[in-house]
């Protein structure tokens, strides 16, 4: 239908169902197919995962964090041993966000103004400055394909004046990154749209991110507490103010519920830690909605998560074993479980793309969430 192409960074938009938008993104290191679901390697690492088991699932693309990075094992090592695909063998696009969010929800001590912000390390309570020029820097040594802006994400709920006042600075600190950023061919950086849940707010951000003609744009702090509804209505408002012919990225959400709503909305990109956290902690995603593997209720069920996957993990070990595994608080339950919550997501993203392409996604929409509706019992 449409595309950009900027020295090697491309999006097209192939097709549309109603407002759900099925995409390309082409960099030199792969393809990534939109709508995308990018799972969260945090320090290089995707919890309790192999990289060839993510790939294998159907990721194209992995997130990786500045903050965590940048405090262990540091940007500039990374760099001296041949960058972050190099060190943790994983070839393909990564997106690395700036840190932001981190910065507001990890660190100790902090001290934000206008050149940048100044905090603790949560690992060891070192001091450290992050500037939008420093933000950029350290995404550079990392060598990430995909580069977010520095940002303030305030936590909701919030006053006007807070969220008016750090959606400001960070529209200041895109122009900043912008110009730290440069023209790097085959490369992105991505701005963020803040404004809470502010309507005018959202769209003054989302237009003047807009006016720096950006090879993607970001919608951050909505993962930040606010109900469903809220930031459902958020996309409804900021979404056609960003040009339609670039992508656009959900920063931090969600549950598959979430990812379904937000991609019948316009959304291009999702990252969030919800399938390997909630792996580790015994719940499991399936085509049949959440189940809980340390209910009682398995202990005894021989029957695998999903007879039909095509997950290892999903088809092929009994829900006893699996109830045994994390009971027991055995390692291995979370790794098989956080192996079939990132293929569920995957799958669902496959599912997700398909109805687009054949457009019939608000039918798919409306199969999948009767089918999570009916639960997980009615199966046995």
């Known amino acids: 239908m449409s595309d950009v192409k900027t020295e090697n960074f491309k999006f097209t938009l192939k097709a549309t169902s109603a407002k759900a938008r099925l995409g390309e993104i082409t960099m030199p290191r792969g393809t990534i197919r939109t709508p995308a679901f990018m799972p969260v390697g945090t320090v290089g690492t995707v919890k309790a995962m192999y990289l060839d088991q993510v790939r294998e699932g159907g990721a194209d693309i992995?997130?990786?964090?500045?903050?965590?990075?940048?405090?262990?094992?540091?940007?500039?090592?990374?760099?001296?041993?041949?960058?972050?695909?190099?060190?943790?063998?994983?070839?393909?696009?990564?997106?690395?966000?700036?840190?932001?969010?981190?910065?507001?929800?990890?660190?100790?001590?902090?001290?934000?103004?206008?050149?940048?912000?100044?905090?603790k390390s949560h690992?060891?309570?070192?001091?450290?400055?992050?500037?939008?020029?420093?933000?950029?820097?350290?995404?550079?040594?990392?060598?990430?394909?995909?580069?977010?802006?520095?940002?303030?994400?305030?936590?909701?709920?919030?006053?006007?004046?807070?969220?008016?006042?750090?959606?400001?600075?960070?529209?200041?600190?895109?122009?900043?990154?912008?110009?730290?950023?440069?023209?790097?061919?085959?490369?992105?950086m991505?701005?963020?749209?803040?404004?809470?849940?502010?309507?005018?707010?959202?769209?003054?951000?989302?237009?003047?991110?807009?006016q720096l003609d950006l090879k993607g744009y970001s919608i951050g702090g909505l993962a930040v507490g606010e109900p469903q509804h809220v930031m459902l209505e958020m996309l409804r408002i900021t979404?056609?103010?960003?040009?339609?012919?670039?992508?656009?990225?959900?920063?931090?959400?969600g549950t598959p519920d979430d990812i379904l709503k937000s991609v019948a909305e316009g959304i291009d990109m999702f990252d969030c830690v919800m399938p390997t956290r909630s792996g580790r902690h015994g719940l499991a995603f399936t085509r049949r909605g959440k189940v809980n593997i340390r209910n009682a209720r398995h202990a005894e069920d021989m029957r695998p998560l999903d007879e039909e996957s095509n997950c290892p993990a999903s088809r092929d070990y009994s829900r006893a074993y699996l109830h045994h595994l994390?009971?027991?608080?055995?390692?291995?339950?979370?790794?098989l479980l956080s192996w079939n919550n990132l293929s569920y997501y995957q799958e669902l993203m496959q599912g997700i793309r398909k109805s687009i392409e054949e457009g019939r996604f608000e039918d798919f929409k409306a199969e999948t969430m009767d089918m999570w509706a009916r639960g997980d019992i009615e199966a046995r």
């Not at 600190?173 to 790097?184: D, S, Y």
């Not at 749209?193 to 005018?200: A, E, H, M, S, T």
């Not at 960003?242 to 990225?249: A, D, G, M, N, V």
């Not at 994390?326 to 790794?335: D, I, K, Q, T, Y």
């Open 326 to 335: 994390v009971r027991s608080n055995e390692a291995l339950g979370g790794m």
């Open 190 to 210: 991505f701005g963020i749209v803040q404004g809470g849940d502010i309507p005018d707010l959202r769209i003054r951000s989302a237009e003047g991110l807009k």
């Open 239 to 253: 979404l056609p103010v960003l040009p339609t012919e670039k992508p656009r990225y959900l920063m931090g959400v």
């Open 62 to 119: 992995i997130l990786g964090n500045t903050y965590h990075l940048m405090l262990r094992p540091g940007a500039e090592r990374v760099a001296r041993l041949g960058g972050l695909h190099e060190l943790i063998r994983w070839p393909h696009p990564i997106l690395t966000d700036s840190g932001g969010f981190q910065v507001m929800s990890l660190s100790g001590l902090r001290k934000l103004d206008e050149k940048g912000v100044t905090f």
């Open 123 to 188: 690992v060891d309570g070192s001091t450290h400055h992050m500037s939008p020029e420093r933000s950029i820097e350290i995404q550079g040594l990392l060598g990430s394909d995909i580069q977010m802006q520095l940002d303030e994400c305030v936590a909701l709920p919030a006053e006007r004046k807070e969220i008016e006042r750090a959606m400001e600075m960070s529209l200041r600190w895109a122009e900043r990154c912008r110009v730290a950023f440069g023209e790097q061919p085959g490369k992105a």
